[in-house]
T-cell receptor
Framework: SQTIHQWPATLVQPVGSPLSLECTVE??????LYWYRQAAGRGLQLLFY??????ISSEVPQNLSASRPQDRQFILSSKKLLLSDSGFYLC??????????FGPGTRLTVL | AQSVTQPDIHITVSEGASLELRCNYS??????LFWYVQSPGQGLQLLLK??????LVQGIKGFEAEFKRSQSSFNLRKPSVHWSDAAEYFC??????????FGPGTRLSVLP
C-alpha cells in the first residue's frame, strides 16, 4: 500500500531564514505530487504540483519554490521566509484514479 | 475551469442528530467528486468518492453522499453524528490528473 511522509512535523523559524520541507511517497511510481498551504482558519491553497522528476508547475507566485529531485520526493523551499509564510503545509499525491492522498502536514510558524 | 462552493462555513449539531453538509460544483462534464475530513493539526482523510454509477455512495465512518447532476450537488450526510465527527470537511472536484479543486471547507462542531 502507499504511504506519504512529511517532515518535519512542526517548525518554528525566524523571518528571513531559509526553509526546506520534505515529502516522500512510498508504494507507487511516477505519482503526481502537490504542495498545499492552509493559513489559519482558511481552505487549501495549491502552491505547486509536479507530474514528473524536474517538472514543477507553480500556481501562486511567491517566495517559495519546489523541486522534485527523485520520483517520489517533493521538496518545498524558501531562501528567506516571510511572516505570511506561516501556515500548515500539506503534501499530496495522486495517480490515474484522481483521488488525492494527503500526508500528515507540517506546521510552520514564522516569528 | 471547475469550482466548488460549500455554502456553510460553520455548522453546529447535537450529538446523535443527523447531518447534511452541502457542496455545489461547477464543471462542464461529469466530474470526479470527493469528500475529505480534516481533524485539527492533521492531514486530510478521504471519506468517500464518486466516479460513476450509483449516485449514492457510501464512505467510511458512516458517511454517505449523493450526486445530483441536475443540482450540481454532492451533499454529505450522516444519520447520527458522534462527538468524534467534529472536524473540518472539504468537498473537492477532480477533472483528471492535476486538475483538482477544493471547496473552502465547512467546520463541524458537535454539542454533547
Amino acid at each position: 500500500s502507499q504511504t506519504i511522509h512529511q517532515w518535519p512535523a512542526t517548525l518554528v523559524q525566524p523571518v528571513g531564514s531559509p526553509l526546506s520541507l520534505e515529502c516522500t511517497v512510498e508504494g507507487t511510481s511516477n505519482p503526481n505530487l502537490y504542495w498545499y498551504r492552509q493559513a489559519a482558519g482558511r481552505g487549501l491553497q495549491l502552491l505547486f504540483y509536479s507530474v514528473g522528476i524536474g517538472q514543477i508547475s507553480s500556481e501562486v507566485p511567491q517566495n517559495l519554490s519546489a523541486s522534485r529531485p527523485q520520483d517520489r520526493q517533493f521538496i518545498l523551499s524558501s531562501k528567506k521566509l516571510l511572516l505570511s509564510d506561516s501556515g500548515f503545509y500539506l503534501c499530496a499525491w495522486n495517480y490515474v484514479t484522481d483521488t488525492q492522498y494527503f500526508g500528515p502536514g507540517t506546521r510552520l510558524t514564522v516569528l | 475551469a471547475q469550482s466548488v462552493t460549500q455554502p456553510d462555513i460553520h455548522i453546529t449539531v447535537s450529538e446523535g442528530a443527523s447531518l447534511e453538509l452541502r457542496c455545489n460544483y461547477s464543471y462542464g462534464a461529469t466530474p470526479y467528486l470527493f469528500w475529505y475530513v480534516q481533524s485539527p493539526g492533521q492531514g486530510l482523510q478521504l471519506l468517500l468518492k464518486y466516479f460513476s454509477g450509483d449516485t449514492l455512495v457510501q464512505g467510511i465512518k458512516g458517511f454517505e453522499a449523493e450526486f445530483k447532476r441536475s443540482q450540481s450537488s454532492f451533499n454529505l450526510r450522516k444519520p447520527s453524528v458522534h462527538w468524534s465527527d467534529a472536524a473540518e470537511y472539504f468537498c473537492a472536484v477532480g477533472a483528471g490528473g492535476q486538475n483538482f479543486v477544493f471547496g473552502p471547507g465547512t467546520r463541524l462542531s458537535v454539542l454533547p
